[in-house]
């Protein structure tokens, strides 16, 4: 009954991996891509590790019995029920590194035993009132995207059965206000759909994370999720007005108002909740005007120090860019190794004749940073805006690369994540860490990140490539995003994972940097969390879930972890 | 042991009023104004209604015995608790109408048995513990200001004592960062002395609330408190970055980041937590550079829809006035009235001459509004902001009317409380009443509780004056703030305001708007905070409090209202 999917967006990810099922990034287009992999990884990359057939894969069967499916069905009626095993597999978990990994092999210990697809809030409430009653846990799912596992079909010790709770169905834009540049949209849409019913009228909500394309409106708020453009729209969480939660027993709603001194802040107790309170159904969002002229353009710094002190000064000389980023030199020679070989030799003559320059000029491989700088909205101030930051980047030593670079990356943007899964199919772990800082912690925390990623992926036996960049800048300071790359231990691949993972998280918490500015906790950071926030935050939170969720059936082991979970295989995280 | 509040900054305000004790609103100075009331409020000004004096006030003797007394002295040292008469008094209750009618009568039924100055966190804790254990309640003071009953020193039923913690002597800026723009400081620090350590490293915090020189930065947090400025600063609540809060057993910190996505987020649980959760002790805040240029100036607008059709226009185009209030018809005469009037019969002629100009062009009195619009920043874009704002201006009608209203008000920001004493003096009952919303409800919300005050004063038996002005303006929405005047019904000082209060609070609900903007709840607002959130936040509070606050002890009757309360009489809210 996979029509449950269709009522959202039509758009059903591989369950393996990322994305759209027919889309593929062509490393044989990339040879010096396959060249420096090699090199590094110290891989010859012609070994195929494919995943799995979906033949091949034995699910459990569901745990609801008959009676219970019954239940469900009057509830929901026939098409509002899945329990078959594409869907249920699509539903067992998200797009983290662990999850791929696991759905590759076919290792799916949990999968929900049914997939309920809910058209409106009065079905949520009775399924929640159901699910307490028999003692079945619930887990929201938006688009699916979580990469901390946020979505994963756990149950506690107590659950009887999990189900998998698809918002698909609530996918409206319910109302616009543009006198107050509002939308109150269910919480199922995904970022097309609700970037389309908005362009239209002149608007947008500036939200565009690397998911856009299969994230919804509720996923991002319960993760406090960011766009790429957050440094001037926003995150999530300054962009919601008010919303509604359907929890166990009854629902939270909030008032549509700019700010409040009714504390505290229900919008922002839900905002990052997670699913473990109740599920989200309709959130207002502040509006942005579409922007009518976009610059955007790249540069390089002799150093990432005078990249990101060229950002700071953005930031707090009152410019805020849409686009801002600063590759750090690995990073930066990764991007250019990314980037398509020009056939023209002109071209390459050029280029070369190019690089040649600017190496003189000091900006020296390995040592240079790319920023990637675009300025958006009306033609007046995004021209004087564009013209003052160039000043502020010449103040720094930055070398304008033209507009190229930073259009590339604009179009590209949503394209990144289909490497990994064509990385994986050569054998290469490839995941990312980030977390959030102050300007004067950021360049310690960068250093101390690097260095501990290197030194605990050679402590799997193997070489790393490690690559950072900084982007969503604040006037106080700025997100730090790193991505790894490492020859796959296999048969040890989630060990080798979570060495480079717990040695990466401890190092962040001991430099004063957050568990993540922008992926959220999930399973992944569960300790992490509590850590951060401390056991009277964690005694806090726990009171405030039984009083919503009384019998505990909110997204287990998401945020608060439960001690043990009825998987069938005890999850490999040690 | 007055010297407890010698620490932090040496005002201590009336008991009986606002401010200093040497200052005074002179009403003699102002003869229209008295004009204007005597016709408006059907009163001769002439009868006198002063405060009683110090000495025939009776408080009832302290409930802590002499083995209590010494406990807490070893905690504290003999230094840091008073029991006397005035500390008892000055801590009893904040500055609310409700506050200062009963003070005024010497209608203290509630003193805490004692005034505690902890110096820092440890002693808090200290202090906490031994609360827990002798069931005492624990009123967490500030600079006092509150005006909805956030620091009346009330206990449960179950509470054998109460006492009140003035947290003056933790008044220190501990950490500027100034390549993050942030400043960390303790929570009793005030106004004055945060905004006097920061401007000589070029910094402010921008947060001007009409009590600055006597409120604290926890009091500010734990209220949500705005300032006069925030439509370009931000609420306080926009500037935490960062906070501790002791509670019973335990302490809560969150971490120095610009950012987070590991939810719910602590620092927006605590602020507006009004001391119910526990005791915030050091805060870490965005700063902003000290504005070097600073424009201001006044506007009259047709009628009021104009004048915020104009204010909306500013934000939802980007431009961020520091300063913009836009009065209704009645405080635009009310503004006039105000004003000394002057000597020079040149000046008398030309004043009155405009004002007939003004009137033959359309800005007829009783339908004309006054803006006061200020920019300040850096001179580039304080003076292209003022200069497109003046052409918003004048898209709506607005005429200039020069920098001198302006600058009157800025002059004079934080003398208006003085006016309720001198008016009660005289038998005035003053008051105000504040909200937000978005701008599509802001007519129909100031409409509706325009009538709505007018209607229910007359209902008291008595003629109002009812006036409003927006101001704290946000891209989707504004603040809107009520001062209501009436002649006082002598006898039935409170059942009069409690009408009066009671319409104006529920038509604020009904008609969408909150029912805090910045005041906080308190105890004022707590039925419509109850009615605003709902019951499932009220239980999720009530869960959240009773994991940090097993006991009970923090701030009794505030948000959360309490069955009975141990006072001497029963509140007279009915």
Same mark, same amino acid.
């Given at each position: 009954?996979?029509?449950?999917?269709?009522?959202?967006?039509?758009?059903?990810?591989?369950?393996?991996?990322?994305?759209?099922?027919?889309?593929?990034?062509?490393?044989?287009?990339?040879?010096?891509?396959?060249?420096?992999?090699?090199?590094? =990884?110290?891989?010859?990359?012609?070994?195929?590790?494919?995943?799995?057939?979906?033949?091949?894969?034995?699910?459990?069967?569901?745990?609801?019995?008959?009676?219970?499916?019954?239940?469900?069905?009057?509830?929901?009626?026939?098409?509002?029920?899945?329990?078959?095993?594409?869907?249920?597999?699509?539903?067992?978990?998200?797009?983290?590194?662990?999850? /791929?990994?696991?759905?590759?092999?076919?290792?799916?210990?949990?999968?929900?035993?049914?997939?309920?697809?809910?058209?409106?809030?009065?079905?949520?409430?009775?399924?929640?009132?159901?699910?307490?009653?028999?003692?079945?846990?619930?887990?929201?799912?938006?688009?699916?995207?979580?990469?901390?596992?946020?979505?994963?079909?756990?149950?506690?010790?107590?659950?009887?059965?999990?189900?998998?709770?698809?918002?698909?169905?609530? $996918?409206?834009?319910?109302? /616009?206000?543009?006198?107050?540049?509002? /939308?109150?949209?269910?919480?199922?849409?995904?970022?097309?759909?609700?970037?389309?019913?908005?362009?239209?009228?002149?608007?947008?909500?500036?939200?565009?994370?690397?998911?856009?394309?299969?994230?919804?409106?509720?996923?991002?708020?319960?993760?406090?999720?960011?766009? *790429? *453009?957050?440094?001037?729209?926003? #995150?999530?969480?300054?962009?919601?007005?008010? =919303?509604?939660?359907?929890?166990?027993?009854?629902?939270?709603?909030?008032?549509?108002?700019?700010?409040?001194?009714?504390?505290?802040?229900?919008?922002?107790?839900?905002?990052?909740?997670?699913?473990?309170?109740?599920?989200?159904?309709?959130?207002?969002?502040?509006?942005?005007?579409?922007?009518?002229?976009?610059?955007?353009?790249?540069?390089?710094?002799?150093?990432?120090?005078?990249?990101?002190?060229?950002?700071?000064?953005?930031?707090?000389?009152?410019? /805020?860019?849409?686009?801002?980023?600063?590759?750090?030199?690995?990073?930066?020679?990764?991007?250019?190794?990314?980037?398509?070989?020009?056939?023209?030799?002109?071209?390459?003559?050029?280029?070369?004749?190019?690089?040649?320059?600017?190496?003189?000029?000091?900006?020296?491989?390995?040592?240079?940073?790319?920023?990637?700088?675009?300025?958006?909205?009306?033609?007046?101030?995004?021209?004087?805006?564009? #013209?003052?930051?160039?000043?502020?980047?010449?103040?720094?030593?930055?070398?304008?690369?033209?507009?190229?670079?930073?259009?590339?990356?604009?179009?590209?943007?949503?394209?990144?994540?289909?490497?990994?899964?064509?990385?994986?199919?050569?054998?290469?772990?490839?995941?990312?860490?980030?977390?959030?800082?102050?300007?004067?912690? =950021?360049?310690?925390?960068?250093?101390?990140? *690097?260095?501990?990623?290197?030194?605990?992926?050679?402590?799997?036996?193997?070489?790393?490539?490690?690559?950072?960049?900084?982007?969503?800048?604040?006037?106080?300071?700025?997100?730090?995003?790193?991505?790894?790359?490492?020859?796959?231990?296999?048969?040890?691949?989630?060990?080798?994972?979570?060495?480079?993972?717990?040695?990466? $998280?401890?190092?962040?918490?001991?430099?004063?940097?957050?568990?993540?500015?922008?992926?959220?906790?999930?399973?992944?950071?569960?300790?992490?969390?509590?850590?951060?926030?401390?056991?009277?935050?964690?005694?806090?939170?726990?009171?405030?879930?039984?009083?919503?969720?009384?019998?505990?059936?909110?997204?287990?082991?998401?945020?608060?972890?439960?001690?043990?979970?009825? *998987?069938?295989?005890?999850?490999?995280?040690?």
């Amino acid at each position: 009954m996979a029509s449950g999917r269709l009522d959202g967006l039509p758009l059903a990810m591989k369950w393996w991996g990322w994305g759209d099922r027919a889309k593929r990034f062509q490393i044989e287009g990339h040879p010096d891509l396959a060249e420096f992999l090699k090199t590094r =990884l110290e891989t010859t990359l012609e070994q195929e590790f494919p995943p799995v057939s979906l033949e091949s894969i034995l699910l459990a069967p569901s745990r609801l019995d008959r009676a219970q499916v019954d239940g469900l069905e009057r509830i929901l009626g026939e098409s509002g029920i899945s329990r078959d095993k594409l869907s249920r597999l699509e539903h067992a978990m998200g797009k983290s590194y662990r999850d /791929v990994v696991r759905s590759r092999k076919g290792e799916v210990s949990c999968p929900p035993d049914a997939v309920l697809y809910p058209s409106g809030e009065e079905e949520i409430g009775k399924i929640l009132e159901w699910a307490s009653e028999h003692e079945v846990a619930v887990v929201p799912f938006g688009g699916g995207t979580s990469v901390v596992g946020g979505v994963e079909a756990l149950g506690a010790e107590h659950h009887r059965a999990v189900i998998s709770l698809d918002l698909c169905r609530l $996918s409206r834009i319910l109302h /616009v206000d543009e006198r107050s540049r509002t /939308v109150r949209a269910q919480a199922g849409i995904r970022g097309p759909s609700l970037e389309e019913g908005l362009s239209g009228r002149g608007f947008t909500l500036g939200h565009f994370p690397q998911s856009f394309e299969y994230s919804t409106l509720g996923g991002w708020v319960a993760t406090r999720s960011a766009g *790429q *453009q957050s440094t001037l729209y926003g #995150k999530i969480e300054h962009m919601v007005q008010s =919303l509604r939660m359907i929890h166990p027993g009854g629902t939270l709603e909030t008032l549509t108002v700019p700010a409040r001194a009714a504390g505290p802040d229900w919008n922002q107790i839900v905002t990052g909740s997670e699913g473990i309170l109740g599920v989200i159904t309709e959130v207002t969002l502040k509006l942005w005007p579409a922007p009518v002229r976009r610059r955007i353009g790249a540069f390089f710094f002799r150093d990432f120090r005078e990249g990101a002190e060229a950002s700071r000064k953005f930031l707090q000389n009152g410019l /805020v860019p849409a686009t801002l980023r600063v590759s750090d030199p690995e990073e930066t020679q990764f991007g250019m190794i990314l980037r398509p070989r020009s056939e023209d030799w002109k071209k390459q003559a050029f280029e070369h004749t190019g690089v040649w320059a600017l190496e003189k000029m000091g900006y020296r491989q390995g040592k240079r940073c790319l920023m990637i700088l675009g300025f958006e909205g009306d033609p007046e101030s995004t021209d004087s805006d564009w #013209k003052h930051a160039r000043r502020i980047c010449s103040d720094h030593g930055g070398f304008y690369l033209g507009r190229k670079p930073g259009m590339m990356w604009y179009r590209d943007r949503f394209e990144h994540p289909y490497l990994r899964d064509t990385l994986m199919d050569k054998g290469v772990l490839i995941d990312t860490v980030e977390t959030s800082t102050t300007w004067e912690n =950021l360049v310690p925390l960068y250093e101390a990140l *690097q260095k501990i990623l290197v030194e605990s992926i050679r402590q799997t036996g193997v070489q790393g490539i490690v690559m950072a960049h900084l982007s969503h800048c604040y006037p106080s300071g700025s997100s730090l995003y790193f991505i790894f790359l490492a020859k796959q231990v296999q048969g040890e691949e989630m060990e080798q994972w979570w060495a480079i993972k717990k040695a990466a $998280s401890e190092c962040i918490l001991a430099h004063h940097g957050t568990i993540s500015h922008h992926h959220g906790i999930g399973i992944d950071h569960a300790r992490w969390a509590e850590k951060e926030h401390g056991p009277s935050a964690m005694k806090g939170l726990k009171g405030l879930k039984n009083s919503l969720d009384p019998k505990g059936i909110m997204n287990p082991g998401k945020i608060l972890p439960v001690p043990v979970c009825i *998987q069938r295989e005890e999850p490999r995280i040690p």
